[in-house]
DNA sequence: GTCTATACACCGATAGAC
DNA sequence: GTCTATCGGTGTATAGAC
């Protein structure tokens, strides 16, 4: 890869994180990559595909970072805490950011909506596995759908870094209220086989009767 | 109101639907409104006083529709119901979608992050007033921050919106796979008295550890 | 591959006639 | 309150020299 398109990928990931997608601009972009503004358009035609191989190489950049973190977690509780800290340190490098800013886009734009929805699955692949193993032997493993539970802990995140943009402290008490839940589920899954049993009953009835 | 003021806080909130807010302008808001395009600056001074407007409008409204039917919401499983169908009626008129946008501009903007705020914190008291009182004689009384799960609610509203504009599939089997963990909820909700306390102590020991 | 120069549409915002 | 006209600037995108 050469070296401009590379500078030129770099600052359109930044110019998403610090301008938005309403701010972003060719000239904007060439101008953070110090680069020649005609060198948008002869590298990547438009801007849209620009913005398309940036968030590509953004996520699958990120979501090898966290491969390994996410083969590791055992429990629910590990799975909060990589959670965690997983929002925290992708909240301030911004990438969260930028997934949030492509998503605004990817409303009005075909091509936008391509690279998020590669975006979203790419994380989406990622969490479900682990929601998956982590779901194998408790009594929640006919009740919950690994991937839909994925697609919503995406959704979450993308929601989460947009609210935090206008309330931080709703977002941090959102972030909390959700964790207190989660510990919910913890304690259903600790419970012993009898009760364990029963539980599982009563949820095959609860759903049937939706 | 002037008639040529609320055409342009409509055509606003029409725009920010259908545009998003990177292709949100003056001149496009003034066409849409079938208003000479000088207005838009005679009425509201700049292009984010007028956005502000428009989504405060926006919201005051939306908010009165439900607050009737939050009023009469006495289960878990009315909310969800409710809940669902809030979702499917706000996403087709589009109110989550402008809501979606503003937040998207409101990270680079300071008066559109007070127009966020404004937004969040009109949906999130009515929301955590249900929550509240839901809450009130369950056993989840004390674990549970209806604030900041109203927060988290109000956020996952925005994620899921973003979410289904690159992938519709998906975001159904979000909706689907959290309805299902709230079921959860319920049933540790219709718990006998007995199971209720040994529960309640299961999770204080649980939120202490943390 | 990179540069300058440029086309042409659109941007927010203002001045001033009506 | 509404209109036309216009400012300076920015938007995407291209042509053509180097």
């Known amino acids: 890869m050469t070296d401009t398109r590379q500078k030129l990928i770099e600052a359109t990931a930044e110019g998403l994180r610090t301008d938005g997608i309403a701010g972003l601009s060719a000239r904007s972009v060439a101008a953070r990559a110090e680069v020649n503004q005609a060198l948008v358009f002869y590298h990547f035609g438009t801007m849209p595909e620009l913005i398309q191989a940036a968030t590509r190489a953004a996520v699958d950049e990120n979501v090898i970072y966290y491969r390994e973190q996410f083969a590791q977690i055992g429990s629910l509780r590990e799975l909060l805490e990589v959670g965690r800290e997983l929002h925290d340190r992708e909240h301030t490098t911004g990438n969260i950011a930028v997934m949030a800013q492509l998503l605004a886009g990817a409303q009005q734009d075909l091509l936008l909506a391509e690279a998020g929805r590669y975006a979203m699955a790419r994380w989406g692949e990622q969490i479900e596995a682990v929601v998956r193993r982590l ?36 977002s941090r008490a959102a972030l909390d209220a959700v964790e207190r839940l989660v510990v919910l589920v913890d304690v259903v899954d600790d419970l012993g086989p009898v009760a364990s049993r029963a539980l599982r009953s009563r949820l095959k009835k609860a759903s049937a009767a939706r």
Chains 1, 2 share one sequence.
Do not use: K, T
């Open 135 to 170: 779901m194998a032997d408790s009594p929640l493993a006919g009740v919950v759908d690994p991937a839909g539970l994925a697609s919503m802990i995406s959704a979450v995140f993308i929601g989460l870094e947009l609210y935090d943009g206008v309330d931080p402290v709703g």
